[in-house]
T-cell receptor, first 113, second 107 residues
Framework: NAGVTQTPKFQVLKTGQSMTLQCAQD?????MSWYRQDPGMGLRLIHY?????ITDQGEVPNGYNVSRSTTEDFPLRLLSAAPSQTSVYFC???WGQGKYGYTFGSGTRLTVV | RKEVEQDPGPFNVPEGATVAFNCTYS??????FFWYRQDCRKEPKLLMS???SGNEDGRFTAQLNRASQYISLLIRDSKLSDSATYLC????????FGKGTRLHILP
């Protein structure tokens, strides 16, 4: 049972480049989210999804797109990378709303130069 | 009032001592509550859920006070391996994380 798998683990981008951070879970969780974590800022919600075909914005959605074509996958796209997007990105999944917490992926460390 | 607030610490506590953290939340309709642990440069991991009647898991005790809108985590007989950041998490229609409380257990 792999849990939540994020790829890549590390990435360096040049300003203006685009890329997709991959996230897959094998637990049949309905709920998936993307967070970024910066020093002193805690975890901030970028986008989330309550099921296949449904996505919504979180606290800091600008510069990011998501889609949820399957239950398993929830990729995060950076449209035109900026140095302000240098961060650690975590994907997480959970059973539907209610008493369940999140399972996190191991994170992607992104540097934009 | 921020949605979820925690004292950032750090709490520097000698090994074997008891330490407690509190976390306040703003949405009285919040349904579920959790404590997570995060080690440096690692992903957060679920430590325990918090139930209305309070619950215990070994050296860890979690409590919920809905009237005052706070949750607490008590760690007894602290170990060096307890050094980490502890995140308070509140769930209503979203899952909201506090910024975390840093704990350093001193030998």
């Amino acid at each position: 049972n792999a849990g939540v798998t994020q790829t890549p683990k590390f990435q360096v981008l040049k300003t203006g480049q685009s890329m997709t951070l991959q996230c897959a879970q094998d637990m049949n969780h309905e709920y998936m989210s993307w967070y970024r974590q910066d020093p002193g800022m805690g975890l901030r919600l970028i986008h989330y999804s309550v099921g296949a075909g449904i996505t919504d914005q979180g606290e800091v959605p600008n510069g990011y797109n998501v889609s949820r074509s399957t239950t398993e996958d929830f990729p995060l796209r950076l449209l035109s990378a900026a140095p302000s997007q240098t961060s650690v990105y975590f994907c997480a999944s959970s059973w539907g709303q209610g008493k369940y917490g999140y399972t996190f992926g191991s994170g992607t460390r992104l540097t934009v130069v | 009032r921020k949605e979820v607030e925690q004292d950032p610490g750090p709490f520097n506590v000698p090994e074997g001592a008891t330490v407690a953290f509190n976390c306040t939340y703003s949405n009285s309709a919040s349904q579920s509550f959790f404590w997570y642990r995060q080690d440096c440069r690692k992903e957060p991991k679920l430590l325990m859920s918090v139930y209305s009647s309070g619950n215990e898991d070994g050296r860890f005790t979690a409590q919920l006070n809905r009237a005052s809108q706070y949750i607490s985590l008590l760690i007894r007989d602290s170990k060096l391996s307890d050094s980490a950041t502890y995140l308070c998490v509140v769930r209503d229609d979203k899952i909201i994380f506090g910024k975390g409380t840093r704990l350093h257990i001193l030998p």
